[in-house]
């Protein structure tokens, strides 16, 4: 889904720019909200296995791959407006150090990948988890809905981009058919994915789980007749691993994954790379701005085993990503912490 320079004319491009310039703002003023002391450490470990996870091609159906998006995962961990964030750090990262996604087309890939998978993925979330019981195996349920969905989401959003702003002149029609067919695919792969990952931080760690805020289930009392809400006690969750444990677990996992596990990856074109080859959409691309950067295609420069090569530009844009990653959300927290303070409050 990442999509080159040369797809989308220079208007639409610098349209979805400031769609998505706009779309982070309000995201910076949203994560102060949705973060606090024990989820802004996550925050940036999501963004790291997103970074991971996304190097994974799975194969889906006739000689094409999909990897994940991550944009429902994020919402789903951390909030929708973190999410944003979370997204669209690890697009700048792939985008100037690994050439993978266009620098010009930045803002389509903000606005596609990262604002329209996490809003309607956490939109479709919070739909099924109101109507669904309101236990754990729910928000693994939900997740693995909103996944599904929001990666069709994203590839009629690219349709339309294309629609509006496309360089070459074939068929919307055609175009729509193959994107949104194979991405129902990828969808799949993209829900299994989710799922497991929620319900795993659902298991031992639900109070970090921001969209399993406030499921519990309220205990009712029988008073006069009538059921009241019995308020909930103060007792904190127990946990069964501390948020360090978590969080060390996190980042060698996205380590063993972008370092080893990555090579046996499909070396098939992904979705949107099919159908542009198939249906003559890259017919304009242009060289990447960044194709001579010493980790350009997921490689290490001047080391000539494969394995080794993609091994070392996996573990280094995993380390890359936590620690950009994190500082972001270090700063949101610290901004956070300053509009909350007592001499910010004392005139009220």
């Known amino acids: 889904m990442h999509v080159p320079d040369g797809f989308i004319n220079a208007p639409a491009s610098a349209v ?3 769609v998505a310039a706009g779309a982070i703002a309000v995201s910076l003023r949203g994560a102060r909200r949705e973060l606090d002391e024990r989820t802004a450490p996550l925050a940036g470990l999501v963004a790291a296995f997103i970074f ?9 159906a006739a000689g094409t791959s999909g990897h994940l998006l991550g944009g429902a995962l994020a919402a789903i961990l951390v909030g929708p407006c973190t999410g944003v964030l979370c997204v669209s750090v690890v697009l700048l ?3 100037i150090l690994f050439a993978d996604g266009g620098l010009t087309a930045l803002g389509v890939n903000i606005t596609d990948m990262a604002i329209v998978t996490t809003v ?8 099924l988890v109101k109507v669904l019981p309101r236990k754990r195996r729910s928000v693994t349920v939900a997740s693995f809905v909103a996944a599904l969905v929001s990666v069709p989401a994203a590839a009629v959003a690219f ?4 629609a509006v702003g496309g360089t070459t002149d074939i068929a919307i029609g055609k175009v729509a058919t193959a994107m949104i067919g194979v991405h129902v695919l990828i969808g799949i792969g993209e829900a299994a ?9 659902v298991a031992v760690r639900p109070d970090l789980v921001y969209g399993a805020r406030g499921l519990e289930q309220k205990l009712k009392l029988r008073v006069n007749g009538e059921l009241v809400d019995v308020p909930p006690a103060p007792a904190p969750v127990a946990a069964r691993t501390s948020r360090r444990a978590l969080w060390i677990t996190g980042l060698a996992t996205s380590v063993v994954l ?14 949107l790379e099919k159908v542009a080859r198939d249906k003559g959409i890259d017919r304009n691309v242009e060289k990447h701005a960044s194709a001579d950067s010493p980790l350009a295609d997921y490689g290490v420069k001047d080391v000539e085993n494969a394995r080794l090569s993609g091994g070392l530009a996996g573990v280094i844009g995993v380390g890359v990503t ?7 959300f270090w700063a949101v927290r610290r901004r956070r912490t300053a509009d909350v303070s007592p001499a910010s409050t004392s005139a009220v």
């Open 16 to 18: 979805t720019g400031v």
């Open 52 to 60: 991971a996870v996304q190097m994974l091609n799975f194969p889906v």
């Open 93 to 95: 990262m792939q985008g």
């Open 120 to 127: 309607v993925g956490y939109a479709v979330f919070r739909g």
């Open 159 to 162: 349709t339309f981009l294309y």
């Open 193 to 201: 994915i989710t799922a497991l990952t929620v319900g795993a931080v």
């Open 258 to 271: 972008a370092g080893f596990v990555s090579f046996y990856a499909s070396s098939n074109p992904d979705g």
């Open 322 to 328: 936590v620690v950009a990653g994190s500082t972001v």
